[in-house]
């Protein structure tokens, strides 16, 4: 399989065959795909630290919690809405100029706070939370379901470990970094900093030849929408709504996947509300340490485990698979719930180790099997598993809000994460179910494809009939 990233530099005409000048694209395409994710841990940089910059100012600003509240309520719904449209998006428009211009509109905006009068910040505030809410999700999309196309299928566990490695390390540098930039530089100078990483990511995508997705692709990525509508979209085409949820009627398994994802999103809303409150009940004098100790022992649990799995997928050729997102899944839950069982703080790091790592292990394999999905599904599928994840992660931070008045962080961090657990064990019953009856079909698809995942043939061509495989095979190296 040819990589969507083309390489300049292509093979001469006298080199002996073709073994040689795939691998040249393939060293060439890797190469350029660690340039992009650079640049995408610049940018995930800037959006931690907005994160907290942003939500600081805005307490600063109106003077009122309810005004935060209401400011991440508006970046996760229109961060819901991107996930909506942003599969349509991809069968008219490449990866790549999404991509771009997601960047470019986070940078524009964050301009646009910093030259709005004072009369018009709360304005230009509300413009931030829906413009970075939605290009981020438009990004996260664009890049996830284009990276087949990017490195070629069979590095794509690859890819999405490399990717989500610059993204952990980006979250702590950002989370870490925040109250020093603000405290030391103010606001205005933390705005610019957050512009500089989007602009230095847009240069990074303008800069390399990425295909993947929509026109950019060079695929047909519209027809096959209009023959499994049957024409319904009318003069304007196929409608993106029915698309979305055929890539997931179409595989049981998969559609019970990304249910999963979003009670797992429910779950993280717990979590991330309840550490705070948790903290300050071990150090009422500065509750930050235990919250940025959690999270960089989080971190280095999450980027070890994308250390192992490259290795894992280097030396057997296989991904991870779907087992291993439903099993990441119940260790990660578990863990996050031990986390605040008031255990020493020597245990509490190992238990956030060990949430890092399975929170590591379950974002690879659950992105590397939606990836098994053909390029027309994909992208609806990222997108409606985006917006699962936003509505999961809004309900979740709505009702822990309100439930951390009356209970302990334990028993709301226990109760969601227990939710989770709950729908991973019936996830993996689905799975080994399926592949109980696995011999019982053609001779053709049983055997050593039922061990392994897909077949390579099979996870080009997306088997989104068969939900519960655990992905390509990858070629050694």
Known sequence: MTSGIESADGPTADEPDDGSRKARDTAVSERRFRFLVGGYAVSSYGTFLNMVALNLFVYETTGRALAMGLFMAVRLGSGFVAGLVVGAMLARFSAKSIMLWANVGQGGVMLLLILAPESLVTGALMAVSVVIGACGTLFMVALR???????????????????????????????????????????????????????????????????????????????????????KGGKGGPRWRPVAFLALAAAPGLGLMVALRGVDAFGSASHNAALPIYSTSLDASNPAVFVSAFWCVWALGNIGAQQVIQRYTQRTGKTVGALGFGYGTVVMSAAF??????????????????????????????????????????????????????????????????????????????????????????????????????????????????????????????????????????SRG
């Open 145 to 231: 379901s284009s990276i087949p196309e990017m490195v070629g299928e069979d590095r794509r566990a690859w890819a999405n470990s490399l990717s989500i490695t610059g993204r952990s390390l980006a979250m702590v540098a950002g989370f870490a970094s925040a109250g020093v930039v603000v405290s030391l530089v103010g606001y205005t100078a933390a705005f610019l900093l957050d512009m500089a990483t989007f602009v230095i990511c847009a240069v990074t995508v303008a800069l390399l030849p990425i295909a993947g997705g929509g026109k950019g692709s060079g695929t047909d990525a519209g027809k096959p929408e209009k023959a499994e509508q049957g024409g």
């Open 337 to 474: 719930i031990a986390a605040f069982a008031g255990f020493p703080l020597a245990v509490t790091a190992v238990i956030a180790l060990i949430a890092g790592a399975a929170d590591g292990l379950t974002e690879v394999a659950y992105t590397s099997h939606l990836q098994t999905l053909p390029a027309t599904l994909r992208g609806h599928a990222f997108g409606l598993s985006a917006t699962f994840e936003n509505l999961g992660f809004g309900v979740g931070m709505i009702l822990v809000a309100a439930a951390l008045d009356r209970f302990s962080p334990l028993a709301v961090v226990g109760w969601s994460h227990g939710a989770a657990i709950v729908v991973a064990v019936v996830f993996l019953l689905r799975v080994a179910a399926l592949r109980r009856a696995e011999p019982a079909g053609p001779s053709g698809r049983a055997g050593g494809a039922g061990q392994a995942g897909l077949r390579k043939e099979e996870a080009v061509e997306g088997r989104p009939d068969r939900g519960d495989r655990d992905g390509a095979e990858v």
